[in-house]
T-cell receptor
């Protein structure tokens, strides 16, 4: 158990809908990262937050947004969902000034 | 061009053999990080190592070792005396930090360790 929690574990929704994925980092970790893993695109970095501020942005679509709240949990919002958004979404956290990342179990999103 | 190549799509070894997973990267940046991640059959992602571009020291952690060579733009990963539990997909990644951070992942190498 990495100490990073993600909810929900599975999500099935229809095209055009909006969903929110939630991530709680390990206690003391200030950074949260979001990644997407799909069969088509492989593993992709979406976005990183550090203590509430956006630190790095990757291949995140405009239909997607994220934020990190004062209690350091993070949410990834996916809207106008398309079939191609079906993927595993991982969250990771890391301690301040440390290189290691701790991953949550992932949320499997299926868009039908 | 910025790229990470993991040319070995799949490798099979017998338990206790040593195995090296190759990772070759391309970048003109002088400041960057290299990562290795493991994804076992259960699906979770596990961080293995981060190395910055200024630190070419090799790293050993138990049966795992990493060989970073800037001259050949490679960051190879060796498992000594492999075990069945090492069976997983291993990803190498390049993170560029000048300006906007950019993460570039390799396509992964599937390692099968046979008993």
């Amino acid at each position: 158990d990495s100490g990073v929690t993600q909810t929900p574990k599975h999500l099935i929704t229809a095209t055009g809908q909006r969903v929110t994925l939630r991530c709680s980092p390990r206690s003391g970790d200030l950074s949260v990262y979001w990644y997407q893993q799909s069969l088509d695109q492989g593993l992709q970095f979406l976005i990183q937050y550090y203590n509430g501020e956006e630190r790095a942005k990757g291949n995140i679509l405009e239909r997607f947004s994220a934020q990190q709240f004062p209690d350091l949990h993070s949410e990834l919002n996916l809207s106008s969902l398309e079939l191609g958004d079906s993927a595993l979404y991982f969250c990771a956290s890391s301690p301040p000034e440390q290189g290691e990342q701790y991953f949550g179990p992932g949320t499997r999103l299926t868009v039908t | 061009a910025q790229k990470v190549t993991q040319a070995q799509t799949e490798i099979s070894v017998v338990e206790k053999e040593d195995v090296t997973l190759d990772c070759v990267y391309e970048t003109r940046d002088t400041t960057y990080y290299l990562f290795w991640y493991k994804q076992p059959p259960s699906g979770e992602l596990v961080f293995l190592i981060r190395r910055n571009s200024f630190d070419e020291q090799n790293e050993i952690s138990g049966r795992y070792s990493w060989n970073f060579q800037k001259s050949t733009s490679s960051f190879n990963f060796t498992i000594t005396a492999s075990q069945v539990v090492d069976s997983a997909v291993y990803f190498c990644a390049l993170i560029l930090t000048s300006g906007t951070y950019k993460y570039i992942f390799g396509t992964g190498t599937r390692l099968k360790v046979l008993a």
